[in-house]
């Protein structure tokens, strides 16, 4: 089976979970036995994968590979950018690069669409996959050129991102994308229900897939030791992922225990709110925020902390969790989130209980019987959530979509 599939964003290259979830299903789909042509915005030059070719579709010079190819399209597109960060990189433009860009966000999702169906007319394929709104116009018109069915994979709905404030614009792009698809995949039953509530899309539309989480690549060679008390945010710095009730509960744990650290790593568009939010509370000492971390050094934080804290406000799954455990962290998640219902060796709070999230994290850094117990029964069941599993559904929903079609 051959699938065309419109994402945009790929590790080492990426910004959030997104790019992680592609990365893993792509490697699950290949032991499935399913060829992935995978279609970013922009790809940088020097990225490379074990299963991964880049090819430029701009001249549409396609080049065979074993397992995933992929294809380039030029564009400002980049994960998790506003309508306003667009803005401004369209004005730092050259001028001779002006005509080639959209001049908002909206225009460039369109011109991505209108590459997107050059891709199709040229690339053989059975079934097209788009992840998140950014492409759903893409799979769109890849599937009016084609002919073939299109699977929409909701990994976040604008509800989740705004905190229930929707840009109508992306919401029509979404609800839109989600209309004209054959099938549509959710990361979590969390996530369906807000699919059916906010889009009227039909309950038996949508399939449900939870995520997974690497291991192959994976290597625990170099656990660092915990000597210190450290609680982790590992994140985006948004409303959606809830960095302010971690300070919240942070000021009341140091209340109780002064030694503990707190590490903030991530970056968004409350960095600096949360940065002058932690000198207001007077806990700026005990605060380090690292910034954005990518590849080893997101393994090395999750081993350096005593506990990791995902507070999200809406987390339609949420992988970090599993990325914790897999380094052998206790975990604190929100009951707002889809990874909340795989698994169970965590402890589950809502995000806006701060008293029960200060002292679920006093626990977790001050009872060494307690956090051996977490540490090693989750240790324990996050090798069951296995790449393979959800990408062998993908392929049922494939198959099933295709039969329906009479493809």
Same mark, same amino acid.
């Given at each position: 089976?051959? !699938?065309?599939?419109?994402?945009?964003?790929?590790?080492?290259?990426? &910004?959030?979970?997104?790019?992680?979830?592609?990365?893993?299903?792509?490697?699950?789909?290949? &032991?499935? &036995?399913?060829?992935?042509?995978?279609?970013?915005?922009?790809?940088?030059?020097?990225?490379?994968?074990?299963?991964?070719?880049?090819?430029?579709?701009?001249?549409?010079?396609?080049?065979?590979?074993?397992?995933?190819?992929?294809?380039?399209?030029?564009?400002?597109?980049?994960?998790?950018?506003?309508?306003?960060?667009?803005?401004?990189?369209?004005?730092?433009? +050259?001028?001779?690069?002006?005509?080639?860009?959209?001049?908002?966000?909206?225009? +460039?999702?369109?011109?991505?669409?209108?590459?997107? %169906?050059?891709?199709?007319?040229?690339?053989?394929?059975?079934?097209?996959? %788009?992840?998140?709104?950014?492409?759903?116009?893409?799979?769109?018109?890849?599937?009016?050129?084609?002919?073939?069915?299109?699977?929409?994979?909701?990994?976040?709905?604008?509800?989740?991102?705004?905190?229930?404030?929707?840009?109508?614009?992306?919401?029509?792009?979404?609800?839109?994308?989600?209309?004209?698809?054959?099938?549509?995949?959710?990361?979590?039953?969390?996530?369906?229900?807000?699919?059916?509530?906010?889009?009227?899309?039909?309950?038996?539309?949508?399939? !449900?897939?939870?995520?997974?989480?690497?291991?192959?690549?994976?290597?625990?060679?170099?656990?660092?030791?915990?000597?210190?008390?450290?609680?982790?945010?590992?994140?985006?710095?948004?409303?959606?992922?809830?960095?302010?009730?971690?300070?919240?509960?942070?000021?009341?744990?140091? +209340?109780?225990?002064?030694?503990?650290?707190?590490?903030?790593?991530?970056?968004?568009?409350?960095?600096?709110?949360?940065?002058?939010?932690? %000198?207001?509370?007077?806990?700026?000492?005990?605060?380090?925020?690292?910034?954005?971390?990518?590849?080893?050094?997101?393994?090395?934080?999750?081993?350096? %902390?005593?506990?990791?804290?995902?507070?999200?406000?809406?987390?339609?799954?949420?992988?970090?969790?599993?990325?914790?455990?897999?380094?052998?962290?206790?975990?604190?998640?929100?009951?707002?989130?889809?990874?909340?219902?795989?698994?169970?060796?965590?402890?589950?709070?809502?995000?806006?209980?701060?008293?029960?999230?200060?002292?679920?994290?006093?626990?977790?850094?001050?009872?060494?019987?307690?956090?051996?117990?977490?540490?090693?029964?989750?240790?324990?069941?996050?090798?069951?959530?296995?790449?393979?599993?959800?990408?062998?559904?993908?392929?049922?929903?494939?198959?099933?979509?295709?039969?329906?079609?009479?493809?």
């Amino acid at each position: 089976m051959k !699938v065309l599939m419109f994402g945009w964003e790929f590790p080492p290259f990426s &910004n959030g979970g997104l790019g992680t979830a592609c990365q893993g299903l792509t490697k699950g789909l290949k &032991n499935n &036995n399913v060829h992935v042509t995978f279609v970013l915005p922009k790809a940088q030059k020097d990225a490379k994968a074990s299963h991964v070719n880049l090819i430029s579709a701009n001249n549409l010079v396609l080049e065979n590979c074993d397992d995933i190819d992929f294809a380039e399209i030029q564009t400002l597109l980049m994960p998790y950018i506003s309508y306003d960060e667009y803005g401004e990189k369209y004005k730092n433009l +050259e001028d001779n690069e002006s005509t080639v860009y959209g001049k908002n966000l909206y225009e +460039e999702v369109y011109r991505y669409s209108k590459k997107a %169906a050059l891709i199709a007319r040229f690339n053989d394929h059975d079934i097209i996959h %788009a992840h998140d709104w950014m492409t759903y116009k893409a799979g769109v018109e890849a599937k009016k050129v084609s002919g073939k069915p299109l699977i929409v994979h909701m990994h976040a709905t604008e509800f989740d991102r705004t905190g229930g404030h929707p840009n109508q614009k992306i919401y029509d792009i979404e609800r839109m994308g989600m209309r004209e698809a054959d099938h549509i995949i959710a990361v979590s039953n969390f996530t369906k229900q807000k699919v059916v509530d906010h889009y009227g899309i039909p309950p038996d539309k949508i399939t !449900v897939v939870h995520n997974a989480v690497e291991f192959n690549d994976y290597s625990n060679s170099e656990v660092l030791s915990k000597k210190d008390k450290i609680v982790l945010f590992l994140g985006r710095l948004t409303l959606q992922k809830g960095p302010e009730y971690f300070l919240q509960a942070a000021k009341k744990v140091l +209340e109780k225990d002064p030694d503990i650290k707190f590490v903030v790593a991530g970056d968004g568009d409350m960095e600096n709110f949360m940065i002058n939010k932690a %000198a207001e509370m007077g806990i700026s000492n005990k605060v380090l925020f690292s910034g954005f971390l990518r590849g080893n050094d997101i393994d090395k934080a999750y081993q350096m %902390a005593s506990v990791y804290v995902m507070p999200s406000v809406s987390e339609p799954f949420g992988i970090t969790p599993l990325e914790a455990m897999r380094n052998g962290t206790p975990t604190i998640i929100s009951k707002q989130s889809g990874v909340s219902e795989v698994i169970k060796n965590t402890f589950k709070v809502d995000f806006w209980d701060i008293n029960q999230l200060a002292n679920k994290m006093y626990a977790l850094t001050n009872y060494d019987s307690l956090h051996h117990e977490m540490a090693n029964n989750g240790g324990k069941e996050v090798h069951k959530f296995s790449w393979d599993i959800p990408a062998g559904k993908c392929v049922d929903v494939y198959r099933k979509t295709l039969t329906y079609a009479g493809a």
